[in-house]
């Protein structure tokens, strides 16, 4: 990285849609960005787009032991993290676990946010003013979480399964907050919009072909898609505003049931469990 002082931003499935647009505009900014990501020949490709300097690290964020590795690189690799957006996340339409047996959307959406995390206050702490931003839904809105079936093993219905993992992004964003009060990190959630990215691809033909079109007359252009993620990064005003939802770069309420302090520390514990924290 060429200017040491530049604040250092780590954004989370960064090789595609809103992901890779949030980091091609940050980096218009004074950022130097950091690039996690499962492919690494998109990887490669994403950083060249993004700018010079910008430096990528492979890791598939549903499992546990690769957030764990690459945590270990990013914190090796870099003096400070400023700000680290959590933004790889994707809906399974078929109940899927990963190799660690873990249903794929509750391992990639909600325990990849907040085992990285965790696993990235050392370095946030470093810097003297850090962000964390995680980008939820508006999906969350119906959900409720499910303690007696968080993966869907008993029943499995994709929609509620997405739906889950996003109130999980912005319960677990109000229980860091306070955990984080008083310090130097704040931790926000936003809606990016319904965006017109690559969500929804990894399923199969029909899904993939419903979801394309949806998206194609209903959805937004990725620049407007990553307003909300560039602005809680890195708009000046909002320097130590913690624990908020954020809507087209406004504060809004989220959902009754995410204000839920006790289950929030429920979330808090049952996940730190999953996780072995
Ligand atoms: N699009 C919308 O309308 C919408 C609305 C509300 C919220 N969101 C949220 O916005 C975020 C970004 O979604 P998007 O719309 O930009 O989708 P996208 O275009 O499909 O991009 C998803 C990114 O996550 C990466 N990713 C997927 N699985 C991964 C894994 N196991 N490990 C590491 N990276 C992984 C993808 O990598 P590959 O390039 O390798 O596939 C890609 O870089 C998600 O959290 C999503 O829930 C999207």
Request: glycine share 8%; charged share 20%.
């Amino acid at each position: 990285m060429a200017d040491s002082d530049a604040p250092i931003c780590v954004v989370t499935g960064a090789t595609a849609g809103i992901g890779l647009e949030t980091a091609r505009r940050l980096a218009r900014t004074r950022m130097a960005l950091v690039l996690v990501g499962r492919n690494a020949a998109k990887l490669e490709s994403a950083a060249r787009e993004v700018g010079v300097g910008t430096r990528t690290f492979v890791a598939d964020l549903s499992m546990q032991s690769d957030v764990r590795r690459v945590a270990q690189a990013l914190n090796a690799a870099l003096p400070r993290i400023d700000v680290l957006i959590n933004n790889a996340g994707a809906l399974f339409v078929r109940r899927e676990e990963t190799g660690e047996g873990i249903e794929r959307t509750w391992a990639l959406n909600h325990l990849g946010y907040f085992l990285l995390t965790n696993l990235m206050l050392g370095a946030l702490r470093q810097s003297r003013s850090a962000r964390v931003v995680n980008v939820a839904s508006q999906a969350h809105r119906k959900a409720t979480i499910d303690f007696d079936d968080l993966e869907g093993k008993h029943s499995y219905n994709a929609w509620r399964a997405y739906g889950q993992s996003k109130l999980a992004n912005i319960m677990f964003t109000y229980e860091l907050a306070r955990r984080l009060k008083g310090s130097s990190i704040s931790v926000n959630a936003l809606h990016p919009g319904f965006v017109n990215s690559d969500f929804g691809d990894n399923n199969g033909f029909l899904a993939r072909q419903v979801i394309r079109i949806a998206k194609r007359f209903g959805g937004i252009p990725l620049a407007q898609g990553a307003e909300t993620s560039v602005h809680l990064a890195s708009a000046v005003e909002l320097a130590g505003q913690s624990g908020a939802y954020y809507d087209q770069a406004q504060a809004v309420r989220s959902s009754q049931v995410s204000y839920d302090e006790a289950a929030q520390r429920r979330l808090w514990d049952v996940s730190a469990a999953q996780v072995g924290l």
